[in-house]
């Protein structure tokens, strides 16, 4: 299964829930129509990207909205990564979380965000996700029949040990749920995607939610899909989207025989000490 379509899913995300569960469905469903085997969904679509939302909308593993991406795959025979919701612990820590399900409605995989999205942006964008959330602390990865995908959410994609550790796992597409804004956007979103993709020769898969400027938080949108050589294949605007994309798994083994960078590596000069258990 060299070649398979992914879904994403630029849906506006409101204040209710219930609401935001029903038009990710509604979103899925039509990109499953268009052929998609693999669907991804945004950073936080079922509450506004916003702290207190987050302590008001954070449920255990297990809960409504869990339920609702468990049974949607399952309907629809499909991989879903699940965007981002707030998951909260036991110990009532609160998370920026991502679940993984496969096409019999099965957990597979879950990425606490790792890097947490405190900013001050002189003359732009603030905000500090540690006031509400707990940081997690593992590299997630996850394997379909069209190979292996690694997952991120957004501010992660930031640092590139994280992609390469990602890659050391085997991973040959990274799905980064996102929500950049109108300041950080502009300026990194396409770049950090295409750098990545270039970094790792992979696919990298943005997710973002619809743009909304009435918003205390506005996203940039442009969920965008770059192939291995650093090409965009496809982008949204900022209104609400689907982007369904064609994948070929061939093409990054052709990327990685013509430029080998990989292979290139000085392993004997740097080596991150954390993926020395992983093929360093």
């Given at each position: 299964?060299?070649?398979f379509?992914?879904?994403?899913i630029?849906?506006?995300v409101s ?10 469905e509604e979103?899925?469903?039509?990109a ?7 669907v ?7 509450c ?9 909308f954070a449920?255990?593993?297990?809960g ?6 468990s049974?949607?795959?399952r309907r ?5 990564v ?5 998951e909260i612990?036991?110990?009532n ?14 957990q597979?995989?879950k ?5 947490l999205?405190d900013i001050?942006?002189?003359?732009g964008q ?6 509400t959330l707990t ?6 990865v996850?394997?379909?029949p ?7 959410i957004?501010y992660?994609?930031?640092f ?16 980064v749920?996102?929500?950049?804004n109108?300041?950080?956007g502009?300026?990194?979103w396409?770049l950090l995607?295409r750098t990545?993709?270039l ?7 943005g997710a ?14 442009n969920?965008l ?5 650093g ?10 989207g689907?982007?369904?994309?064609e994948?070929?798994l061939a093409?990054i083994?052709k990327v ?7 292979k290139?590596?000085?392993?004997d000069?740097?080596c991150?000490t954390?993926?020395t258990?992983?093929?360093?």
């Amino acid at each position: 299964m060299n070649r398979f379509i992914v879904g994403i899913i630029q849906m506006p995300v409101s204040d209710v829930k219930e609401k935001n569960l029903r038009k990710a469905e509604e979103m899925i469903d039509q990109a499953v129509q268009a052929g998609a085997k693999v669907v991804v969904l945004p950073e936080m679509f079922n509450c506004p990207y916003q702290n207190r939302y987050f302590s008001l909308f954070a449920e255990e593993e297990g809960g409504l909205s869990w339920q609702e991406m468990s049974l949607i795959a399952r309907r629809n025979n499909i991989f879903l990564v699940g965007g981002s919701i707030p998951e909260i612990d036991e110990e009532n820590h609160i998370y920026n979380t991502s679940y993984v399900f496969d096409p019999q409605g099965r957990q597979i995989a879950k990425h606490r965000k790792m890097h947490l999205f405190d900013i001050d942006v002189k003359g732009g964008q603030y905000f500090k996700e540690s006031d509400t959330l707990t940081a997690g602390n593992r590299v997630t990865v996850f394997d379909t029949p069209y190979g292996r995908f690694g997952l991120m959410i957004c501010y992660d994609i930031r640092f590139p040990e994280l992609s390469r550790a990602l890659v050391q796992r085997d991973a040959k597409f990274i799905v980064v749920p996102a929500a950049f804004n109108m300041t950080t956007g502009p300026a990194h979103w396409e770049l950090l995607f295409r750098t990545r993709a270039l970094d790792n020769q992979v696919f990298t898969i943005g997710a973002a939610p619809a743009r909304d400027i009435s918003g205390s938080y506005v996203s940039y949108g442009n969920s965008l899909v770059v192939d291995p050589w650093g090409t965009v294949l496809q982008r949204l605007g900022g209104e609400e989207g689907i982007l369904v994309q064609e994948l070929d798994l061939a093409q990054i083994e052709k990327v990685r025989e013509e430029l080998p960078l990989l292979k290139h590596r000085r392993n004997d000069v740097y080596c991150l000490t954390e993926l020395t258990k992983w093929n360093c």
